[in-house]
């Protein structure tokens, strides 16, 4: 397994921008797939954005298409997510996930490792 930790939340207005990282230890960070996932009070936790293991594939939910980016530097052994023209109903706790079989789901049981998240709250 591989230890996430997250970062970048805060209180933007709507409209606005954020980017979140997501710092992976261990050598082997370019053999998973990473994923972002949101999870609002009282909802599911739903995939919002996920990467191949070189980068050369990105997956969205609709929701966030056109809005949110999901990019990763390997070198680095982070992920990040720029969330561009935020909205009031992007507020929730952000988490990146990693899946070793390399694969991108959109399902939140598929992936081994989770960060703690990080809080994203989008004011009106």
């Known amino acids: 397994q591989v230890q996430l930790v997250e970062s970048g939340g805060g209180l933007v207005q709507a409209g606005g921008s954020l980017r979140l990282s997501c710092a992976a230890s261990g050598r082997t960070f370019s053999s998973y797939a990473m994923g972002w996932f949101r999870q609002a009070p009282g909802k599911e936790r739903d995939f919002v954005a996920g990467?191949?293991?070189?980068?050369?594939?990105?997956f969205y939910a609709d929701s966030v298409k056109g809005r949110f980016t999901i990019s990763r530097d390997n070198a680095k052994n982070t992920v990040y997510l720029q969330m561009n023209s935020l909205k009031p109903e992007d507020t929730a706790v952000y988490y990146c996930?990693?899946?070793?079989?390399?694969?991108?789901?959109?399902?939140?049981?598929?992936?081994?490792?989770w960060g703690q998240g990080t809080q994203v709250t989008v004011s009106s």
């Open positions: 996930a990693a899946n070793g079989l390399g694969i991108v789901f959109r399902v939140s049981s598929q992936y081994d490792s």
């Open positions: 990467i191949t293991r070189f980068g050369d594939r990105l």
